[in-house]
């Protein structure tokens, strides 16, 4: 049984990898949709990816929380604990030049960096860094030790401190474990947009662009290399996934 | 000398005799788990194998799903809560009569699943009793 299960899998990622190559020699740079389908099932995430996002701060509402708010709701991160101990994947900060005047307000999540301290510093790998870019924490490895909220620039990551029951069931957590923003990967996986994307542009405002960074006709693509685009301490050269235009 | 020794068979067997019954399970007073399943279909694998082998399964899964972002595989925890959870409750656990409880409990083994994964089931299931749904029994009992 159980050797019979791999040799399945690799049938079917070989066929559906035979298919994908077929499909972008067919039609190079055409693309309707941002993100145009879920990766076909027993297909492991590819390096060729590189899952991003783009937010438009000029775009963002100060006030508005929508996105913090569908992140919480997607991933059932409610809860009756004070803020000091609450979960927090994605946070509002609002931001002032006190000589201009100009007043800034952006979503700061985990910025899913190519070289992320969290996983450098991670004693047990529980911390890893997915092949297209999304990184994430293996819940089942993770002894909940925090260095890696210690070694995080952008203060992304939380730790669970509560008995957990209400989960979403695509969204494991537990007391313990150090957890923060999958950029969805649940969601991402099955061709959607992550929640706070989806719930910005119901809102009206569209800030957050997802997408493939490494696919050169894709709209996020498209975007930095036209507009000037910034990451947050670039100076750290970690090459964050996420990018902001209008800072 | 003779007595002691003759005391020493008898009790010998009493101990051998006790020992065998509670073996075999004969009046041991713990009985069989009842699995209640309470959405009969095609398990991924036989009643056996997925017995003696679903840690395993899952665990390999678990792996190749998280690590490297492999959906939609034949084993997977959710869908085994989606056929297995109570129609009492809608969860694999909550009782002994629940489909993962049931079993742990009667190995005595820890069920840390579900410390993380939620064991309700996706989609509501019918809020009838699950008496007509009793499969694989066993000589429960």
Redesign the interface.
């Known amino acids: 049984m159980s050797d019979k299960t791999p040799n399945q899998s690799r049938r079917a990622f070989v066929a559906t990898a035979g298919a994908a190559a077929a499909g972008v020699m067919i039609a190079p740079g055409v693309h309707l949709i941002e993100v145009a389908s879920a990766r076909p099932a027993g297909e492991a995430a590819s390096r060729t990816v590189r899952w991003g996002m783009l937010v438009d701060v000029t775009k963002c509402q100060e006030g508005c929380t929508a996105c913090v708010s569908a992140c919480n709701k997607e991933n059932a991160l409610e809860t009756a604990l004070p803020q000091n101990q609450a979960p927090q994947w994605i946070r509002k900060v609002d931001l002032k030049d006190k000589s201009t005047g100009r007043a800034l307000s952006l979503p700061m999540m985990c910025q899913h960096c190519e070289k992320p301290p969290c996983v450098d510093v991670c004693p047990t790998g529980a911390s890893f860094k997915r092949a297209d870019g999304i990184v994430l924490v293996d819940r089942h490895i993770c002894i909940g030790c925090r260095y890696c909220m210690m070694a995080c620039p952008y203060k992304a990551r939380s730790f669970v401190h509560e008995t957990l029951e209400n989960q979403n069931p695509e969204v494991p957590r537990g007391k313990g474990c150090v957890e923060a923003c999958t950029m969805c990967v649940h969601r991402v996986d099955k061709g959607q947009q992550p929640a706070c994307v989806q719930a910005c542009g119901a809102e009206g405002h569209a800030a957050i662009l997802f997408g493939d960074l490494n696919d050169g006709a894709s709209e996020i693509a498209k975007r930095i290399r036209s507009v000037a685009t910034s990451q947050v301490r670039a100076d750290l050269q970690l090459n964050p996934g996420v990018r902001y235009q209008g800072i | 000398m003779r007595i002691r020794t003759l005391f020493g068979t008898v009790l010998l067997g009493a101990v051998a005799l006790f020992a065998s019954a509670a073996w075999s399970g004969e009046g041991s007073g713990i009985p069989k788990p009842d699995i209640v399943i309470s959405n009969p279909g095609k398990c991924v ?1 036989d009643v056996d ?1 997925m017995r003696r ?1 679903h840690m ?2 899952l665990k ?5 799903t ?10 997977s925890l ?1 869908a085994c ?1 989606d056929c297995h959870a109570s129609k009492s409750n809608g969860s694999v656990l909550g009782s002994d009569q629940n489909f993962c409880q049931t079993c742990h409990a009667y190995a005595a083994v820890k069920l840390d699943c579900f ?4 064991a ?1 089931a ?1 989609h509501p299931i019918g809020a009838a009793a699950p008496a007509e749904a009793v499969a694989s029994k066993e000589g429960a009992r």
């Open positions: 694998a194998t082998t395993d399964m390999h899964q678990r792996d190749l998280m690590r490297q972002g492999i959906r939609g595989a034949k084993v959710n809560i410390e993380c994964h939620q309700k996706s």
